[in-house]
Antibody, heavy 118, light 111 residues
Framework: EVTLVESGGDLVRPGGSLRLSCVASGFTFVDYWMTWVRQAPGKGLEWVATVNYDESQKDCVASVKGRFTISRDNARNSLYLQMNSLRVEDTAVYYC???????????WGQGTLVTVSS | DAVLTQTPLSLSVTPGQPASISCKSSQSLLHSDGKTYLHWYLQKPGQSPQLLISEVSSRFSGVPDRFSGSGSGTDFKLQISRVEAEDVGVYYCMEAIHPPTFGGGTKVEIE
């Protein structure tokens, strides 16, 4: 069974940093691209970032460019999202998702809540 | 970047009746490889989203055949032939190439 478990969400002040983690199991992690999607409270879904198998391709939404970095450790079956210079508008549940290609997100974690507030 | 506009914003359906959700893109979603990367997701209340349909019309594993997707270019549709109580939630379309973008969502409720 495919399982994705996110962690690292917390309350942080504007301008602060946070690192989210997602541990994958039940599939060959290195065979898949991986994606982060977020959902602000009461709002819709927003694609955040995607990384390919070996980190040679990465992309992220314009609003987080220069502040967020997606990465992965295939030896640890783990996906990460380093978030710097956090803003109030980054407050959201962050989901890790397995990307079967072209944003075909076929498995999702339960999400981790990031709250940016003073 | 493409903008995906879903209509209606919400839908109240009697069990057993059909439902239809539209997703219109501001740009063509036909890729140069000939494929159209438009997917549909459902987020049930209190749950993470789940994949329903990929590349316009391919149902994901385990998705009932009452769900179907259609469309091309900029206009797409998700149809539920006979709505059941378990279908409640928010439906999102998503395109993968401009960069990836979700539609605003359509909330489906049971009457």
């Amino acid at each position: 069974e495919v399982t994705l478990v996110e962690s690292g969400g917390d309350l942080v002040r504007p301008g602060g940093s946070l690192r989210l983690s997602c541990v994958a199991s039940g599939f060959t992690f290195v065979d898949y691209w991986m994606t982060w999607v977020r959902q602000a409270p009461g709002k819709g879904l927003e694609w955040v970032a995607t990384v390919n198998y070996d980190e040679s391709q990465k992309d992220c939404v314009a609003s987080v460019k220069g502040r967020f970095t997606i990465s992965r450790d295939n030896a640890r079956n783990s996906l990460y999202l380093q978030m710097n210079s956090l803003r109030v508008e980054d407050t959201a549940v962050y989901y890790c998702a397995r990307d079967a290609g072209w944003s075909r997100l076929d498995s999702w974690g339960q999400g981790t809540l990031v709250t940016v507030s003073s | 970047d493409a903008v995906l506009t879903q209509t209606p914003l919400s839908l109240s359906v009697t069990p057993g009746q059909p439902a239809s959700i539209s997703c219109k893109s501001s740009q063509s979603l036909l890729h140069s490889d000939g494929k159209t990367y438009l997917h549909w997701y459902l987020q049930k209340p209190g749950q993470s989203p789940q994949l329903l349909i990929s590349e316009v019309s391919s149902r994901f594993s385990g998705v009932p055949d009452r769900f179907s997707g259609s469309g091309s270019g900029t206009d797409f549709k998700l149809q539920i032939s006979r709505v059941e109580a378990e279908d409640v939630g928010v439906y999102y379309c998503m395109e993968a190439i401009h960069p990836p973008t979700f539609g605003g969502g359509t909330k489906v409720e049971i009457e």
